[in-house]
């Protein structure tokens, strides 16, 4: 099974998403945005400048 972006709606009255694995493990949680239109354009720019990201390992001296 693949990936999906689930979008959630707080008590707050704003929105942000998760990333969840097949399985159903979230692996990423975005920032909380205003508006349901500004965090579906956060998915849309996850999915168009992350598919081959590097990593940038900033651990190391």
Do not use: C, R, W
Request: aromatic residues 6%; proline residues 2%; glycine residues 10%.
């Amino acid at each position: 099974m693949a990936g999906k972006f689930v979008l959630k709606k707080g008590s707050s009255g704003k929105f942000h998403f998760n990333l969840q694995a097949g399985n159903g493990q979230v692996i990423a949680t975005s920032e909380t945005y205003e508006s349901k239109a500004a965090a579906l354009n956060g998915i849309k720019s996850v999915q168009t400048n992350a598919p081959d990201a590097k990593i940038q390992d900033e651990t190391e001296a």
